[in-house]
């Protein structure tokens, strides 16, 4: 027995083809839309404004994106390699260098399934990217000498102290710590959205933690739809604190209380993982939990370098002969 197809009227499928019309301006709007994490939004959109500007000398707009997205598929694998050399030359990290290249090949496969463009950037490949060996970071007695140095009893105080606090307490990355929103601390938990996901995690704070950011908290009185940690001087003041922003906090500090090991966000997470896993003579599965890395081999490279030992084969090797 045959299927009953049921008559479309000419209204309906006229209201549909209606709605399936995109503009370019639509497809940018759309395509940013579809980044479920804040984080991602921000980082897509300037990678996207980043290759606009680097190619044209001004920033994304209508017209510039329509221009890209109108290219032929020469064409435009050969402004994105171009552009792909132009950050090589500038010597920028191949994480730094990926993640601008996908915001590209993700605008240019959005624009595609909507009918805005009918080239692919397929053969354009990522930089490969070697294994991150070095976990060095700061030590227990450096950290406490950057927290004494904050000052507390002032606004940016309170709020740097409990950066500082989150960074290493629980091994946040700065943009799981920017994205994070006053109603995200819920009875002694905060909820972020870890690397790659796209639903919120709770992580537990430890007494300290809590009260610094409460005390913190205290004195911002955001709503709980905005952000925890705000910037609070010149033209930005108020707005989201930028990772860039964290990076500068940390470097401050760190010089002003004598540390001369260049300290970034990420380094303090590295610190904070070699610290736990000193500290608990090598506990490599409780400290995936603390990381949410979701490779144990990840954490491995860190133990491995904490006891050293390509060093000590290296020795005993030497000592051989």
């Not at 990678?47 to 017209?63: E, I, V």
């Not at 950066?163 to 009875?187: C, F, K, M, P, S």
């Not at 990420?266 to 608990?280: G, K």
Request: with cysteine; proline share 2%.
């Amino acid at each position: 027995m045959s299927a009953i197809v049921p008559k479309v009227s000419g209204s309906f499928l006229s209201s549909i083809k209606a709605t399936a019309q995109t503009t370019t301006i639509d497809v940018w709007a759309d395509f940013l839309k579809l980044q479920i994490s804040a984080n991602t939004k921000r980082t897509y959109a300037s990678a996207l404004d980043d290759f606009f500007t680097r190619l044209t000398g001004s920033s994304a707009n209508p017209q510039q994106i329509q221009e890209f997205l109108l290219l032929t598929q020469f064409e435009a694998v050969g402004v994105v390699l171009k552009y792909k050399g132009l950050l090589m030359d500038l010597g920028l990290a191949p994480s730094t260098i990926n993640t601008r290249l996908s915001a590209i090949k993700s605008l240019a496969n959005h624009a595609r399934k909507l009918g805005q463009c009918s080239f692919s950037l397929e053969d354009v490949t990522h930089v490969r990217v070697e294994k991150y060996r070095d976990t060095s970071g700061v030590g227990v007695e450096a950290y406490r000498s950057i927290l004494q140095e904050v000052d507390r009893s002032s606004l940016k105080g309170k709020r740097d102290y409990a950066i500082l606090r989150l960074l290493w307490d629980n091994a946040l990355r700065r943009g799981e710590l920017v994205a994070t929103n006053v109603g995200d601390l819920r009875e002694g938990k905060l909820w972020i959205i870890g690397k790659g996901k796209t639903q919120q995690q709770s992580i537990d704070l430890a007494p300290r933690t809590l009260a610094a950011l409460e005390e913190w908290l205290a004195v911002r009185a955001g709503a709980a739809n905005e952000p925890i940690f705000i910037a609070l001087d010149g033209r930005s003041y108020g707005k989201r604190l930028s990772g860039r922003s964290v990076a500068r906090v940390v470097d401050w500090v760190a010089t002003d209380a004598g540390v001369t090991k260049h300290l970034s966000p990420h380094r303090i997470r590295h610190s904070s993982i070699t610290t736990f896993l000193d500290a608990s003579g090598g506990d490599v599965r409780t400290a995936q939990r603390l990381s949410r890395h979701s490779r144990l081999d990840t954490l491995m490279i860190y133990d491995d370098n904490r006891q050293g030992l390509q060093g000590k084969a290296s020795g005993v090797l030497a000592d051989l002969v």
